[in-house]
């Protein structure tokens, strides 16, 4: 590419060539601009129709929005631009001409729906409060990740094919492997305590889940990023102090590193970094306050799971982030471990966000006669996790992890309405493609 200035760096005095979007044309009579646009702004080039060559001026002033055009001219310093300066046109050439019949509109003046949205994602991204998401995406993951690595945790890459599922039959994609049945993966589950188990001792993943979720919800994906946490020698305490921190950290980096991201959706004012502990409830308790705020038409009783609306109560009721512990043993996977002195009650805890659940985790139960045990409860036949529950008579240390979901961190952190719009190409069950 010739030598490119970006439009944030175009200084007073250069001569410089800028290259990027044709953002919009507004023609004031005698003098006409064009905005043009890159990743990092926006910049004014001004034609002055009188005293500049006729072709420049027909060019400049004839491309279509969003074309894709380069300009080569002299900066200079001019109060009433949108930036402070503007580039008096040398020549203009037109790169790659748009289709003046665009099937969105990047400049927002027209809104569009979700589906025209997803369906012209380019266009889409062109503008700032999109391209904001995805910024702020791109930080989130930078800051858990290095969150990990000062938790002293590895980073490992599990497969996504594989040959059981784990998180509950119905919601499984399969495939045909070479002729044999497979399935894309629903959890990293059993790959990353497998990991947890060799003297790694601490792993986290960030990587694509599947999930053949029935219902159509604005939080749920078919094809999600699960954010996930295992560690050697930890109980559910020490999994909920690690998924306390990593969301903390979230937010953390959005505050300090986003300023502009948060501003282009209008969120600079209201941000706010949770603070102070996470409560941590038990069940029980949950139950209970559910049904002290008569939301339900249902009383809860112990063993129910909670249904959406009870979840809503109990997020306005708390206000902010909460744990839920100690979960009765029958409602979560084989993987849990129970506690030692109640075998009705697990160590499973979710991690609750106001609107939705965030985290799923738990102690792990580690000791093999038991693990077989709980395959047979859950009415799964043991011999087909064969390759997972043999690695429990080679030596394997109490363990605890959690499973986050990437976009529903991203979801609730901004408060996006629906889940699609922390995802650039989202899955559902409507959506195959782009
Ligand atoms: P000229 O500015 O060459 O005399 P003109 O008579 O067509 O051309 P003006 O009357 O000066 O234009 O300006 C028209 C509008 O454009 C005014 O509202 C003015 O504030 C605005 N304007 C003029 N020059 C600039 C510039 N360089 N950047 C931003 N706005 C400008
Ligand atoms: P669970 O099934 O609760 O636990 O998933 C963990 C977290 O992943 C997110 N999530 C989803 N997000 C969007 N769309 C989906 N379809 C979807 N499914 C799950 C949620 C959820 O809280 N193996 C355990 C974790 C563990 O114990 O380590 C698991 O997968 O935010």
């Given at each position: 590419m010739q030598d490119r200035t970006y439009t944030a760096d175009a200084e007073p005095g250069d001569d410089a060539t800028v290259a990027g979007w044709v953002h919009e044309i507004r023609d004031l009579g005698g003098i006409a601009f064009l905005i043009l646009r890159d990743a990092t702004g926006k910049i004014q080039v001004k034609f002055e129709k009188d005293e500049m060559d006729d072709e420049l001026v027909d060019t400049g002033l004839g491309v279509s929005r969003e074309s894709v055009v380069s300009v080569t001219g002299t900066v200079e310093e001019e109060p009433r631009a949108p930036t402070g300066v503007e580039v008096t046109p040398e020549s203009v050439d037109v790169i790659s001409a748009a289709d003046p019949e665009l099937p969105l509109d990047p400049s927002g003046k027209v809104d569009a729906d979700l589906s025209t949205r997803l369906d012209n994602r380019t266009l889409d991204l062109r503008k700032d409060e999109v391209q904001a998401v995805f910024e702020i995406r791109a930080e989130i993951l930078r800051a858990v990740r290095e969150q990990f690595r000062e938790f002293y945790c590895t980073e490992i890459n599990t497969p996504k094919i594989v040959a059981t599922g784990t998180e509950?039959?119905?919601e499984l994609f399969p495939i045909t492997y070479f002729g044999e049945e497979a399935f894309m993966n629903q959890s990293p589950q059993l790959f990353k305590q497998l990991i947890a188990g060799s003297n790694v001792e601490r792993v986290f993943e960030i990587g694509p889940i599947f999930r053949a979720e029935e219902h159509n919800t604005?939080?749920?994906?078919?094809e999600a990023t699960s954010i996930d946490f295992e560690g050697a020698f930890c109980d559910q305490n020490d999994a909920m102090d690690v998924a306390e921190g990593i969301v903390k950290a979230a937010y953390e980096a959005v505050t300090e590193n986003c300023s502009e991201e948060l501003e282009a959706l209008g969120l600079e004012e209201e941000f706010e970094v949770p603070e102070g502990d996470f409560p941590r409830l038990s069940y029980e308790e949950a139950i209970e306050r559910i049904n002290a705020t008569g939301e339900l038409d249902e009383q809860l009783v112990w063993g129910d799971d909670l249904p959406t609306e009870g979840e809503k109560a109990l997020g306005d009721d708390v206000g902010g982030h909460y744990f839920i512990t100690?979960?009765?043993?029958?409602?979560?996977?084989?993987y849990i471990k129970d506690h030692d002195d109640d075998e009705q009650l697990s160590t499973g805890f979710d991690l609750m966000h106001p609107r939705m659940e965030l985290v799923s985790g738990g102690q792990r139960e580690h000791r093999h006669e038991h693990l077989i045990e709980g395959f047979e409860q859950q009415g799964l036949d043991p011999d087909q996790f064969e390759y997972y529950t043999k690695m429990f008579k080679y030596g394997m240390p109490p363990h605890a992890g959690f499973g986050l979901g990437g976009e529903r961190l991203i979801m609730t952190i901004l408060g996006l309405?629906?889940?699609?719009?922390?995802?650039l190409f989202p899955r559902d069950r409507q959506r195959l493609s782009p």
């Open positions: 509950g039959g119905t604005p939080r749920h994906l078919n100690d979960w009765p043993s029958e409602i979560k996977p084989f309405d629906n889940i699609r719009e922390a995802v």
